[in-house]
């Protein structure tokens, strides 16, 4: 009988979640449960990857935005600032400049889209962490 006691003294008594996996019941709605949190956080990490794949793409379109610009004015200034026939020059600057302006409205527009379905990812992250804490609750 004593050594009974000693070793009753000396287990740790359970984790909660032991206790209710001990019931075939709750041991289904454990495992349920479980998988629902898993597919939850699933979600969540493909949301993450999206908004960084949205965000890397907006950097490249800033960077090829302020590269086009660039060359394109250097290449306007080079072109503007040479002596020889220098007039009829002038005359046809209007097509690259013209070029150079609906690539950056084109640019600019695809900035915009691209930032808009950041914002949209972002809502849709928010609402799986909301669902993911919701589950927890429940």
Known sequence: MAAKSIMDANQKPLHPIHQIAATPTHKLLLK???KEEELILGRVALKETQIDSVR???THLYIFFFLFHSISLILL???SSSPAS???SCRRLWIPSLCSFLCSL???WTV???TELE???EKLLERE???GKSAWRS
């Open 129 to 131: 962490k909301d669902d």
């Open 119 to 121: 914002a949209h990812f």
């Open 77 to 79: 200034f080079n072109r």
């Open 56 to 58: 890397k793409e907006i």
């Open 112 to 114: 915009r889209y691209k």
């Open 32 to 34: 349920q449960w479980l």
């Open 106 to 108: 084109g640019l600019i």
């Open 86 to 88: 220098f007039s009829t």
